[in-house]
């Protein structure tokens, strides 16, 4: 059994989640609603340290390796799960859930009382993490092309 670890991001990890924000990022592409939000969420190529610098990316990782990230803004009273992703290998293995954990204790800690994520329609492991944490929809969006 392998025992979920989960730390804050330093510069020294922009490498790494570069490269797991490229599989992230190529993951969307075939994924229902993944071409607007790709359109929507630019890749953060270049801005990581930006991120990092407030403490908004917690990293999961195994060793040195870091196996998932998740990119969790505080705005006012919200905690925004803006990002979230880990790597297939990784994956039922607890790693999503603990990310998400040390989010929701960093916004509590700064005084947030409320948390709000997305997920794509289709992408039910995204779901899955957020119902676990008790996190329910309560907007859905909808959209179409009208060409």
Request: charge should be negative; aromatic fraction near 4%; include cysteine.
């Amino acid at each position: 059994m392998i025992d979920p670890l989960v730390r804050l991001a330093v510069l020294d990890d922009i490498p790494e989640i570069e490269l797991i924000e490229a599989e992230a990022r190529s993951a969307l592409v075939d994924q229902r609603g993944g071409e607007r939000w790709l359109v929507t969420h630019p890749p953060r190529t270049g801005r990581w340290d930006a991120a990092i610098a407030t403490g908004d990316v917690h990293l999961a990782h195994i060793d040195d390796v870091v196996v998932g990230y998740l990119v969790a803004p505080r705005n006012g009273h919200i905690v925004l799960i803006d990002e979230v992703y880990v790597v297939p290998e990784a994956r039922e293995l607890g790693f999503g859930d603990a990310m998400l954990a040390a989010a929701l204790d960093a916004g509590r800690r700064d005084g947030c009382t409320l948390v709000e994520g997305e997920a794509l329609p289709g992408d039910r492991n995204t779901k899955n993490l957020y119902e676990r944490a008790g996190i329910t929809a309560r907007l859905i969006t909808v959209s179409r092309r009208l060409i």
